[in-house]
């Protein structure tokens, strides 16, 4: 009976028997189980139905506010939406920051400047390179790429 009166006021929309009855199936409740909980609840009050016998919960219990709780909420209202609003201008210029990221090289092309930046010696600061190397190792002929046969 919960169940039922829980989804209704949840939703706070009309629902037909059928309506019910397919939103609780996943629940366990069957097709009379939610019938007598209906009937038991619009006893009590806590639900109304038209002709069609369409449930919904009572449309009477509007709260209206006092005028400085509805003062004090507006001005929450303010304060949330300047926050909100900062937190996007944040957003944007991180999003632009990533776009720029993206849209650059990346780091490549300056793979010289971050290994400076770093202070690490890079085989071309150094003057050297692969097919130096090869060429000092001893019975190279042509380098190391080629296989020789035995």
Same mark, same amino acid.
């Given at each position: 009976?919960?169940?039922?009166?829980?989804?209704?006021?949840?939703?706070?929309?009309?629902?037909?028997?059928?309506?019910?009855?397919?939103?609780?199936?996943?629940?366990?409740l069957? #097709?009379?189980?939610?019938?007598?909980?209906? /009937?038991?609840?619009?006893?009590k009050?806590?639900?109304?139905?038209?002709k069609?016998?369409?449930?919904? &919960? &009572?449309?009477?219990?509007?709260?209206?506010?006092?005028?400085?709780?509805? /003062?004090?909420?507006s001005? $929450?209202?303010?304060?949330? +939406?300047?926050?909100?609003?900062? #937190?996007l201008?944040?957003? #944007?210029?991180?999003?632009?920051?990533?776009?720029?990221?993206?849209?650059?090289?990346?780091?490549?092309? #300056?793979?010289? /400047?971050?290994?400076?930046?770093?202070?690490?010696?890079?085989?071309?600061?150094?003057?050297?390179?692969? +097919?130096?190397?090869? /060429?000092?190792?001893?019975?190279?002929?042509?380098?190391?790429?080629? $296989?020789? $046969?035995?």
């Amino acid at each position: 009976m919960e169940q039922v009166l829980s989804l209704i006021k949840g939703e706070n929309k009309p629902f037909g028997l059928q309506n019910l009855v397919d939103r609780l199936a996943h629940v366990g409740l069957k #097709k009379a189980q939610i019938q007598k909980a209906l /009937d038991q609840l619009t006893e009590k009050g806590e639900l109304e139905f038209g002709k069609t016998k369409i449930f919904m &919960p &009572p449309q009477n219990l509007e709260i209206v506010l006092s005028k400085e709780e509805m /003062d004090s909420k507006s001005a $929450r209202l303010k304060e949330l +939406q300047l926050e909100n609003q900062q #937190k996007l201008t944040v957003v #944007k210029s991180v999003e632009s920051e990533l776009a720029g990221w993206k849209s650059s090289e990346g780091i490549e092309g #300056k793979e010289a /400047d971050l290994f400076e930046d770093m202070g690490v010696e890079t085989d071309e600061v150094m003057g050297c390179n692969f +097919q130096a190397l090869e /060429d000092l190792l001893p019975g190279s002929k042509g380098g190391m790429s080629k $296989r020789q $046969r035995v």
